[in-house]
């Protein structure tokens, strides 16, 4: 089964509006990735938080992590056509003989111009 | 740095074939990790091999293997090909140690888009 579960399953908003994202999991984790992917294409890599960081910015991303509630949150700011895509999170689990990156279904985002 | 890169980009087949799919990481990195991606079933991991050796397998048929070679680079193999096999294969490598808190950050390749008739 899937580690990292996103919601909304898709989700379409205005250029210039915020976009949030969910990712809830279930296991102790290493650290939380986000990646995007465009139609077709592979995934591209946006932001790594690790299991003791609870916040990080990147340009116009925000991610939060709460190890507590197994939950993390992707904030993409003041959005942008381009920015239509999938959103995926993956869970990286503490290292052990299992520790492969596990995805969720991802996230469709579409970002009205 | 030159990106993940996947050979070949497209690929039709006809059921009962079977197929090569091939990977170059980025240079340095030693663990390249394989994907089907899918409609229906999302992103699946295939398996990982970390210097030459399967480090971690998906739920997968053995019709799906793998290798890896010294240089990094790995094949995947997918023997008598059925319908439901028709995906985007996508490769990723990364540095694979397991200490390095961003060992497993993931490059994706382009993939390669499978289809099976």
């Known amino acids: 089964s899937q580690q990292g579960e996103e919601d909304p399953q898709a989700l379409s908003i205005q250029e210039g509006e915020n976009a949030t994202m969910n990712c809830s999991y279930k296991?102790?984790?290493?650290?939380l990735q986000w990646y995007r992917q465009n139609s077709g294409r592979g995934l591209v890599h946006l932001i790594l938080i690790r299991s003791n960081e609870r916040e990080k910015h990147s340009g116009r991303l925000r991610v939060t992590l709460d190890t507590s509630k197994k939950s993390s949150s992707l904030l993409i700011t003041a959005s942008r056509a381009a920015d239509t895509a999938s959103y995926f999170c993956a869970t990286d689990p503490k290292p052990g003989a299992n520790s492969k990156l596990t995805f969720g279904k991802g996230i469709t985002l579409s970002v009205r111009p | 740095k030159a990106g993940v890169t996947q050979t070949p980009r497209y690929l039709i087949k006809t059921r009962g074939q079977q197929v090569t799919l091939s990977c170059s990481p980025i240079s340095g990195h030693r663990s390249v990790s394989w994907y089907q991606q899918t409609p229906g079933q999302g992103l699946q991991f295939l398996f990982e091999?970390?210097?030459?050796?399967?480090?971690n397998k998906g739920n997968f048929p053995g019709r799906f293997s793998g290798r890896q070679f010294s240089n990094s680079r790995s094949e995947m193999n997918v023997s008598t090909l059925e319908l439901g096999d028709s995906a985007l294969y996508l490769c990723a490598s990364s540095s694979g140690f397991l200490r390095d808190p961003v060992g497993n950050e993931q490059f994706f390749g382009p993939g390669t888009r499978l289809t099976v008739l």
């Open positions: 296991t102790s984790i290493n650290n």
């Open positions: 091999y970390f210097s030459e050796t399967q480090r």
